[in-house]
Nanobody, 123 residues
């Protein structure tokens, strides 16, 4: 079992950047994939990005390609989501999650979840 904690959210203006972090309760991330999801009020949780932990392969939803970058630091067992050129439609609560699968895009592909961090982008 692993506990995940997100941080780095906040209130920014359109065009600004934020970097979210996802720290784990274990010294190593013992899962195949770390995923990032977001959920806006009244909407379903949606896939944002994912990274295969050991090899670094990444996947993104189309709306964030070229603006967001997912990465990880093995030594710190920490994942990151660098978000550039933020838009008001990126406003949501962002969650990181751990999966034994490979770059899944459905919430059901992920077993463990953090509590999320709020990102609000004003126009």
């Amino acid at each position: 079992q692993v506990q995940l904690v997100e941080s780095g959210g906040g209130l920014v203006q359109a065009g600004d950047s934020l970097r979210l972090s996802c720290t784990t309760s274990t010294r190593t991330f013992n899962y195949n994939t770390m995923g990032w999801f977001r959920q806006a009020p009244g909407k379903e949780r949606e896939f944002v990005a994912a990274i295969r932990w050991n090899v670094g392969t990444t996947s993104y939803t189309d709306s964030v390609k070229g603006r967001f970058t997912v990465s990880r630091d093995n030594a710190k067992a920490t994942g990151y989501l660098q978000m550039d050129r933020l838009r008001p439609e990126d406003t949501a609560r962002y969650f990181c999650a751990a999966s034994l699968g490979l770059l899944g895009t459905a919430p059901t592909d992920y077993r463990y979840w953090g509590q999320g961090t709020q990102v609000t982008v004003s126009s």
